[in-house]
């Protein structure tokens, strides 16, 4: 699939995006718009357009580096207990700091989410059967037993409704001055392209790398941090998005490879591609209501996790 193509759908998708809602805008109307529908497009539909993409695209290269540091394709975010952990950072925050800062509740989410994947990645080299589907199965099993923990101080704090309603992932609550912490994620984004040869060669594993003269270990090290850090950004700004870290990277290697460096502008493009798509069809399909982009994101990226999963056991069986 060729890069201009999937420039030429997210372009066509964001233009889209800006003229699908409750109060009618067509495009028409950009030649003579009237106050009210400048303010809706300045402070709702743009900043929501702004973030499903930052979203959409740094979620998908956090599952290819996870997915490459750890080589294993059904490794992500979801599946790796990143999510899980952070979503009881935010817990913590907001039982210990509950008038804190945006800025405080990332921090205390990116501890945590680092420490979950920390987690993970040592039980991951304790592992001797590393069976590609066993692996996110501990993963899962890992986000699971965080994730009860999480529930049952919620439960004892009398947050259940707060977490459930507020980590829910949800476009439709973005407007101008609530979603400027994603911007946080660009930076990182950049940094991951700067490293990817890097993220590449440690992904072959540890004595390949020090036999290159690579520093594996911090090179890891920081290709955890970023997850860390885009994943708990995106959580307390949209909240949580399942399996986009994982079905993305999987689609961009059945055509195009597993080169990091060569993926990540596909990777990248593809991920804002779809979260897009999820945003529009919550939108249409029970209009003038909205389905949330957690739901949406959920039901499609099941299905394609299922579809990548058959494939591969079909693929073994034939090979």
């Given at each position: 699939?060729?890069?201009?193509?999937?420039?030429?759908?997210?372009?066509?998708?964001?233009?889209a995006?800006?003229?699908?809602?409750?109060?009618?805008?067509?495009?028409?109307?950009?030649?003579?718009?009237?106050?009210?529908?400048?303010?809706?497009?300045?402070?709702?539909?743009?900043?929501?357009?702004?973030?499903?993409?930052?979203?959409?695209?740094?979620?998908?290269?956090?599952g290819?580096?996870?997915?490459?540091?750890?080589?294993?394709?059904?490794?992500?975010?979801?599946?790796?207990?990143?999510?899980?952990s952070?979503?009881?950072?935010?817990?913590?925050?907001?039982?210990?700091?509950?008038?804190?800062?945006?800025?405080?509740?990332?921090?205390?989410?990116?501890?945590?989410?680092?420490?979950g994947?920390?987690?993970?990645?040592k039980?991951?080299?304790?592992?001797?059967?590393?069976?590609?589907?066993?692996?996110?199965?501990?993963?899962?099993m890992?986000g699971?037993?965080?994730?009860?923990?999480?529930?049952?101080?919620?439960?004892?704090?009398?947050?259940?409704?707060?977490?459930?309603?507020w980590?829910?992932?949800?476009?439709?609550?973005?407007?101008?001055?609530?979603?400027?912490?994603?911007?946080?994620?660009?930076?990182?984004?950049?940094?991951?392209?700067?490293?990817?040869?890097?993220?590449?060669?440690?992904?072959?594993?540890?004595?390949?790398?020090?036999?290159?003269?690579?520093?594996?270990?911090q090179?890891?090290?920081?290709?955890?941090?970023i997850?860390?850090?885009?994943?708990?950004?995106?959580?307390?700004?949209?909240g949580?998005?399942?399996?986009?870290?994982l079905?993305?990277?999987?689609?961009?290697?059945?055509?195009?490879?597993?080169?990091?460096?060569?993926?990540?502008?596909?990777?990248?493009?593809?991920?804002?591609?779809f979260?897009?798509?999820?945003?529009?069809?919550?939108r249409?399909?029970?209009?003038?209501?909205?389905?949330?982009?957690?739901?949406?994101?959920?039901?499609?990226?099941?299905?394609?996790?299922?579809?990548?999963?058959?494939?591969?056991?079909?693929?073994?069986?034939?090979?």
């Amino acid at each position: 699939m060729k890069r201009r193509y999937l420039v030429g759908a997210l372009l066509l998708l964001a233009f889209a995006s800006l003229f699908i809602g409750v109060k009618g805008i067509t495009p028409l109307d950009l030649f003579n718009l009237k106050s009210e529908q400048v303010q809706v497009l300045l402070l709702s539909r743009i900043p929501r357009l702004v973030s499903i993409i930052i979203a959409g695209v740094s979620m998908s290269i956090c599952g290819l580096i996870m997915q490459q540091l750890t080589r294993n394709k059904f490794v992500s975010p979801t599946t790796a207990g990143t999510m899980d952990s952070a979503r009881l950072g935010v817990l913590v925050s907001l039982i210990l700091f509950a008038s804190a800062s945006p800025i405080l509740k990332m921090t205390v989410a990116f501890l945590f989410a680092l420490m979950g994947t920390f987690i993970f990645m040592k039980i991951l080299e304790r592992i001797k059967f590393k069976d590609t589907i066993f692996i996110p199965l501990v993963g899962l099993m890992f986000g699971s037993i965080i994730g009860s923990i999480t529930t049952f101080f919620a439960f004892k704090y009398d947050l259940i409704q707060n977490m459930s309603s507020w980590l829910q992932g949800n476009f439709s609550l973005i407007i101008k001055g609530r979603y400027e912490l994603l911007y946080i994620s660009i930076p990182l984004v950049i940094i991951t392209y700067l490293f990817a040869n890097k993220f590449t060669v440690a992904g072959m594993g540890e004595e390949f790398s020090i036999n290159l003269g690579l520093p594996y270990k911090q090179i890891v090290n920081l290709g955890l941090v970023i997850v860390a850090a885009v994943t708990s950004i995106v959580i307390l700004t949209v909240g949580m998005i399942p399996f986009l870290g994982l079905i993305i990277p999987n689609i961009v290697s059945i055509y195009q490879g597993d080169h990091l460096k060569k993926n990540l502008s596909h990777t990248a493009l593809l991920g804002a591609i779809f979260v897009l798509v999820c945003d529009i069809l919550g939108r249409i399909i029970i209009y003038p209501y909205e389905i949330p982009i957690g739901l949406t994101v959920g039901v499609i990226g099941s299905a394609v996790f299922l579809y990548l999963l058959f494939r591969r056991r079909s693929y073994e069986a034939n090979a």
